[in-house]
């Protein structure tokens, strides 16, 4: 962590990376976001979700990430990296997925998923009125948690299964949190 705070690209680096291809995208423009909610079939024993289903969908938010990144519907998974199990999911919970292209190679990118489990604000509370529940979301009250967090190097292919460059670039030139994030799997 201390290597990665202390390092910072040239600007030549970042020209490089930035312009490798015709087509830029920046961090931010390659973000996806999904809330899920999930059945009592997703639950274990103990009321949590089943940490196999949950890295489904991250692998799933990836994908599609990586897929709307390259404009190629033709993206598989090839690795999982540092994982993080942070948190239980409950019942109670609606899952906010969120996926982002942190870094690219020629026919490889590495997505960044992050998972917050919320609990919105109806949950726990009655209507004093009629007994029933009171249905009111309102995002700013919602309990928010950070829940998950992985790296999936995903591949871009053809159609017919071959190695495909990505045609399009990180464009990380304006963005020195985006240059940090790009410098985390090379050095983390």
């Known amino acids: 962590q201390e290597a990665l705070e202390h390092s910072e690209m040239s600007l030549e680096e970042i020209e490089k990376v930035s312009t490798k291809f015709r087509d830029n995208i ?32 991250m692998e799933g938010a990836a994908i599609l990430c990586a897929s709307n990144f390259t404009r190629n519907s033709h993206v598989v998974t090839i690795a999982m990296d540092r994982v993080l199990f942070k948190t239980a999911i409950r019942v109670e919970h609606v899952l906010e997925l969120t996926a982002r292209v942190v870094y690219c190679r020629e026919h490889t990118m590495q997505v960044e998923t992050v998972v917050t489990a919320i609990v919105p604000d109806y ?9 029933g529940a009171t249905v009111a979301q309102n995002a700013s ?3 928010r948690t950070f829940s998950h967090k992985g790296y999936f190097t995903i591949l871009n292919m053809t159609e017919y299964g ?27």
């Open 26 to 57: 920046s961090m931010e423009e390659s973000t996806i976001l999904l809330r899920k909610n999930f059945l009592p079939r997703n639950l274990n024993g103990i009321g949590t979700i089943f940490g196999g289903d949950l890295l489904e969908w």
């Open 123 to 131: 949950i726990g509370r009655a209507d004093t009125g009629g007994g």
């Open 141 to 143: 009250t919602e309990q």
């Open 162 to 188: 071959h190695k495909r460059p990505l045609g399009v670039a990180l464009d990380i030139r304006k963005d020195k949190s985006a240059q940090t994030a790009y410098l985390k799997p090379i050095t983390g």
